[in-house]
């Protein structure tokens, strides 16, 4: 292959799918836009699961990128917006869930696993 072919496929497959927002979903007021993709930007895709719902194409993801502009366009906060899809979906919907009983041990168990992992790489071995 010439350099030139592997550039075209480097580029086509690392930048195919950078932004999933539609032409249509853009808002002409560019503050509406760029808080739209702020909030975009910590809301997690259902279906995608580690995706943010900016780069999804799943249907629920443009659903919401819709509600969420429709939304700054009635004038609601960021806060208001990500409380009102928080409600909606749960926990989940959230990159960062708060801290609960329930997500306590998601919170915890990288500071655990970091502590036995140290502990397993550095204890000292018995010379008999």
Same mark, same amino acid.
């Given at each position: 292959? +010439?350099?030139?072919? &592997? /550039? *075209? ?11 999933? =927002? ?39 993801? +443009?659903?919401?990128? &819709? /509600? *969420? ?11 208001? =917006? ?47």
């Amino acid at each position: 292959m +010439k350099i030139n072919q &592997i /550039l *075209i496929l480097f580029l086509f497959f690392n930048f195919t799918n950078v932004m999933s =927002i539609e032409p249509d979903e853009i808002l002409e007021d560019v503050q509406l836009e760029q808080r739209a993709r702020e909030i975009s930007s910590v809301l997690r895709c259902m279906v995608c699961q580690n995706e943010n719902i900016d780069n999804s194409n799943a249907g629920i993801a +443009k659903d919401l990128r &819709i /509600l *969420i502009r429709e939304e700054l366009i009635a004038g609601k906060t960021n806060s208001q =917006i990500i409380n009102f899809v928080h409600n909606k979906y749960g926990d989940y919907v959230l990159f960062k869930p708060p801290l609960k009983f329930y997500t306590f041990f998601l919170w915890i168990s990288p500071f655990v696993i970091f502590f036995f992992l140290f502990l397993l790489f550095f204890r000292k071995k018995k010379i008999d």
